[in-house]
């Protein structure tokens, strides 16, 4: 008998039921450990008319383009805090930005490997180890600094993104391949647009 079954037999006066009892099963089971449900690196078998062989490959791809993505995401907010400078305003307004669509990214690239039934990246330690972004010092850096440093991130990232949305296409999954080329490509080349345009020397008040 499941203990919900039990529960709503004492409490329709089937069984007499205490005070005890019923804080018993409101009482929060704490410190409980078992087995992972899902090894990292296998998948589940979902009817998405994909192969095996296609969503390992395919999840193989996405939790790379993942853990670049949350990495050039921190790497944002880190100068979304640090920026100085004449242009610390405007700056500041657009790296907060950058962060806000690179989050919407990662989270839907997390989704669409759990949706292949395979296990996403989720934790900084996991990040530090696999990305292929260089880590930046703790320290405080100058703005071209920085838009340097990102704009190299952005770089890294792309290769990987075309790279990914071939090998998605040529295993036959639209679905990635279309994440991969409409929402991670397009956004990140916007963002790389924008933040390139802040390393041009034009004059401000006349022209050379």
Same mark, same amino acid.
């Given at each position: ?15 007499s039921?205490?005070a005890?009892d019923?804080?018993?099963?409101a009482?929060?089971? *704490?410190?409980?450990? +078992? ?6 690196g296998?998948?589940?078998?979902? $009817?998405?008319?994909?192969?095996e062989?296609a969503?390992?490959?395919?999840? +193989? ?26 242009? *610390?305003?405007?700056?500041?307004l657009?790296?907060?930005k950058?962060f ?5 990214l990662v989270d839907?690239?997390?989704?669409r ?7 996403s990246i989720?934790? +900084? +330690? ?7 972004? $260089?880590? $930046? ?22 290769l990987?993104?075309?790279r ?5 296409a ?13 929402q991670?490509?397009r ?22």
């Amino acid at each position: 008998m499941s203990v919900k079954t039990e529960v709503s037999k004492r409490l329709n006066g089937n069984e007499s039921a205490g005070a005890g009892d019923v804080l018993h099963i409101a009482q929060p089971h *704490f410190h409980q450990h +078992a087995h992972e449900i899902q090894p990292y690196g296998t998948v589940l078998r979902y $009817p998405l008319a994909l192969g095996e062989k296609a969503r390992v490959e395919s999840v +193989a791809v996405l939790n790379q383009v993942l853990v670049d993505t949350m990495t050039l995401r921190d790497l944002y907010k880190k100068h979304h805090w640090q920026v100085s400078g004449a242009t *610390f305003h405007q700056l500041h307004l657009l790296y907060d930005k950058h962060f806000l669509e690179q989050s919407g990214l990662v989270d839907a690239i997390a989704e669409r490997v759990q949706m292949l039934g395979g296990v996403s990246i989720a934790m +900084a +330690a996991d990040v530090a180890e696999l990305t292929m972004i $260089p880590r $930046p010092p703790r320290g405080r850096e100058q703005v071209p600094v920085q838009l340097s440093r990102l704009l190299e991130a952005h770089e890294m990232l792309l290769l990987a993104v075309r790279r990914g949305a071939d090998k998605a296409a040529q295993l036959g999954d639209q679905g990635t391949n279309d994440l991969l080329v409409s929402q991670v490509l397009r956004t990140n080349e916007m963002q790389v647009w924008f933040l390139s345009e802040h390393l041009v020397s034009s004059p401000l008040t006349q022209a050379v």
